[in-house]
């Protein structure tokens, strides 16, 4: 038998604490967001619970549950005027994505001059899709996709959810955010999302003080254990949104029971199907 290869989680937040769902006298849980691929590294999503494996710091863990994971996401979308050339098919990609990934919380945020909220997670998905066939670019607008990132993280904090994505949609190559990058990029990681990123490939700096977004969104992106996806043609959105829905229908939640006060030290999670591929994508922050 093939040995089982447990693929290393590391904590999308400094602080992990025990999910509410487990009895406080018999122990605590913790969820893992994973996916599981074939050789070929073709999702795997026919997988029970019995088929997980998860240790933290070489101690087998018994798992409870495992499920799809349908954590909200916010879709940022450019809507200035770097994105009018592109904007029918940057919304046409984003359309797709949401009936592809719809059931679950979505929010829409525009980043064209000031960040605004087009659609929260109360909407519910025929308020969401209305509201994105609704949208179209602002030929007066500069791109503030900083902006409206901390703004996303603004949103997600306040839902306290298990695990959250953002994902950026943009055209721009100058980013004009107003306010302190440091705090807007703090405010990000502090949401613990998963970012996502598909942009032009030359997004450059913020304008008047050579601050350079691009850059630090994509190593916000790779801390989060999210992609950046550098596109230089607008046909490049709906493919790079495919790979996206893809990998995420495939993402699951696994609780998984553990000591009470414990702390998620080198979680390794794996499965007990021949040939398979783990990829541990975080562990649920509190």
Same mark, same amino acid.
């Given at each position: 038998m093939k040995p089982i290869v447990l693929a290393l989680i590391v904590?999308?937040?400094?602080?992990v604490a025990p999910s509410p769902s487990a009895d406080s006298q018999t122990g605590a849980s913790r969820v893992a967001l994973a996916t599981v691929s074939d050789p070929?590294?073709?999702?795997? +999503?026919d997988v029970s619970a019995d088929d997980f494996i998860i240790q933290e710091a070489g101690a087998a863990r018994e798992i409870l549950s495992v499920r799809p994971g349908d954590y909200p996401i916010v879709l940022l979308i450019d809507t200035s005027s770097h994105a009018r050339n592109d904007f029918p098919m940057i919304r046409k990609a984003a359309e797709r994505?949401?009936?592809r990934i719809g059931a679950r919380p979505l929010a829409i945020v525009t980043c064209g001059s000031a960040p605004k909220v087009v659609a929260s997670f109360d909407d519910d998905l025929a308020t969401v899709k209305a509201r994105l066939d609704g949208l179209?670019?602002?030929p007066n607008a500069t791109a503030t996709l900083l902006e409206g990132a901390a703004l996303a993280a603004q949103m997600i904090q306040k839902t306290a959810t298990l695990f959250s994505s953002m994902i950026v949609l943009s055209s721009?190559? +100058?980013d004009g955010s107003r306010g302190s990058p440091d705090e807007m990029l703090a405010s990000i990681v502090d949401s613990g999302a998963i970012l996502h990123i598909v942009a032009n490939g030359s997004v450059q700096a913020m304008a008047g003080?050579?601050?350079r977004p691009g850059a630090a969104l994509?190593?916000?992106a790779e801390q989060s254990r999210g992609e950046f996806t550098p596109i230089y043609s607008a046909a490049s959105f709906q493919a790079a949104l495919e790979r996206l829905a893809d990998r995420l229908s495939a993402e699951m939640m696994i609780e998984y029971l553990v000591p009470v006060g414990s702390k998620p030290s080198d979680v390794k999670v794996g499965v007990r199907i021949a040939g398979a591929?783990?990829?541990?994508?975080?562990?649920a922050p509190r």
């Open positions: 904590a999308v937040a400094s602080t070929r590294n073709r999702p795997i +999503v994505f949401v009936d179209g670019s602002d721009a190559t +100058v003080n050579g601050f994509r190593a916000v591929q783990v990829h541990g994508l975080g562990v």
